[in-house]
């Protein structure tokens, strides 16, 4: 995370050369550093609890919009949690 010189807030940096306000990089990095960190995990260790699943999930769903044209997305299940997956690259035909 960077700091905008003037002011000390947090600026938005890149993850998979897509550029993410600070608050979806570290829902990402935490998808990234805990392959199968769940919607409450998250919740718990990044807002202290005071955000909603609803709210988290959409997120992801914008984080994963954001990647769209990357070669990873974000994967969850219910019980499996969230991970990062590459893309299968299917050629032309």
Partial sequence: MTT????????DCVRYGVRLP??????LDAIVA???ISTKEINRTLFDGAMSPPT?????QQIN????????????ASGFGYRVFKRKVKGIA
């Fill in 22 to 27: 600070p608050m979806k990089v570290r829902i």
């Fill in 65 to 76: 919009d954001a990647l769209v044209m990357t070669d990873v997305a974000i994967k969850g």
């Fill in 34 to 36: 805990h392959p199968g």
């Fill in 56 to 60: 988290i999930r959409v997120h992801v």
């Fill in 4 to 11: 905008c010189r003037h002011c000390g807030h947090e600026t």
